[in-house]
């Protein structure tokens, strides 16, 4: 008998409790389309915020996009010197040099793979520039053997880090790590330097003697 008092005891109660709870709940707005009373909102009903903005909430004012702190640099980012500009191309030409010269062999294999991924098909296996999208380019890219067998690495960086002419910046899909890697197997492409002492005499002999007047 004690148990099923219990059990009638305990039907009671519940029922009890669900009908308060009905009354809670159906309470509130006249609004047919209401759900009525709501449990701690802001559990489920979070703001909306747009990307990218500024936000005021609760009287402070809140960033979701703040930039970083002035002068300050990313860890493992080697900030660039040389702006997007013929200048900018002509001085990494002369200034910028491979700060991986030491691993050369074997970041020379690593670029080899890279230059399969991303290269390739518009350079060509051998970078003669017949690879088969540079060969529906309105110009096909120059020989790195041919016309851009002096190009010197800094340029070659510069390019992959900006473009140039119908080629876009690599900069996005590439760490700058991964663009020296490439310069590397750009120049085993290229094949030895050719000599400029011919050029240099040919300035030499076009240049004028200026003698000082006493």
Known sequence: ????????????????????????TSCGKKDVNSPGFEFMPDMYRSPSLEVYSVHTIDGDTLDNAMQPVKGTVARGYLPYAYPNTAEGYDQAGLNLHNPFSSQKEVFEKEGEVLYGKFCVHCHGGTGAGDGK?????????????GA???L????????????????????SQLTQEE????????????????????????????????????
């Open 1 to 24: 008998m004690k148990k099923y008092y219990k059990t009638i005891k305990f039907v009671f109660v519940s029922a009890t409790f669900g009908l308060i709870l009905s009354s809670f």
């Open 152 to 171: 010197p690495e800094g340029k070659i960086f510069h390019t992959l880090t900006y473009g140039k002419g119908t080629m876009g910046s690599h900069s």
């Open 133 to 145: 999208v540079g060969g529906k380019l309105p110009g096909p890219p120059p020989a790195y053997d």
């Open 148 to 150: 851009l067998k002096n």
């Open 179 to 214: 663009r020296w890697k490439l310069v590397f197997y750009v120049q085993k492409l290229q094949g030895p330097k050719e000599s400029t002492s011919d050029s240099t005499k040919t300035v030499a002999a076009v240049t004028p003697t200026v003698t000082a007047k006493h």
